[in-house]
């Protein structure tokens, strides 16, 4: 575990809005570990799911949602403590209950699931997972079981969010 101070910083980016700069030679030492997923605890409090992301200059950075800064209560110039360790689980973030239990029930579901990339898995896991709720990420859930079936594991998005809608629970 490597535990650093950091400053919250914008980027000027379309794709990310925020992040806490990483020092060199705690990103070297991941990098040289060939560790790219990461758990990071803010303030010894909360943890989430990251990677490191290079700024294409050979600095890197953990990107920050506007969930957690607002939990947090950060601005641009808020000094926060990370510790960050390898992240060890399946997919590299936590699995929805509800994605959970669908898969044990529908092995032909989790079999596709298993031939998207590692960053679809992520991306899609994610997606379940957003919802406060539990009934959008059942729905979500059972539409992604749905489609992943009913299209041999290929993925358009267009048809599983329209899917989404039409599931009725």
């Known amino acids: 575990m490597k ?16 992040h806490f700069p990483v020092p060199t030679e705690v990103s070297d030492y991941f990098r040289n ?5 990461l758990i990071c605890t803010i303030n010894g409090t ?5 990677a490191l992301t290079s700024k294409g200059d050979g600095t890197w950075y953990i990107t920050v949602s506007k969930e957690v800064r607002k939990k947090f209560n950060l601005k641009t110039g ?40 590692p960053g679809k898995q992520r ?18 859930a059972l539409a992604l079981v749905e ?11 267009k048809l ?3 899917l989404v809608k039409d599931i009725v629970i």
Do not use: C
Not at 3 to 18: A, K, Q, R, V
Not at 46 to 50: F, G, L, P, Q, V
Not at 123 to 140: F, M, N, Y
């Open 3 to 18: 535990t650093f101070e950091t400053t919250l910083e914008e980027i000027d980016s379309s794709l990310w809005g925020y």
């Open 123 to 140: 991306s899609l896991l994610h997606w379940i997972g957003q919802p406060k709720s539990v009934d959008p990420r059942l729905k979500r």
């Open 78 to 117: 808020s000094k926060v403590t990370l510790s960050l360790k390898e992240d060890t689980s399946k997919y590299g973030m936590a699995v929805p209950e509800e994605f959970k239990e669908l898969m044990e029930i529908e092995p032909e579901a989790l079999d596709y699931f298993h031939t998207l990339t």
């Open 46 to 50: 909360m943890e989430i799911h990251s």
């Open 160 to 162: 599983l969010h329209q």
């Open 33 to 37: 570990e060939k560790i790219k997923r």
């Open 147 to 157: 489609h992943l079936k009913a299209n041999q594991g290929k993925l358009d998005f």
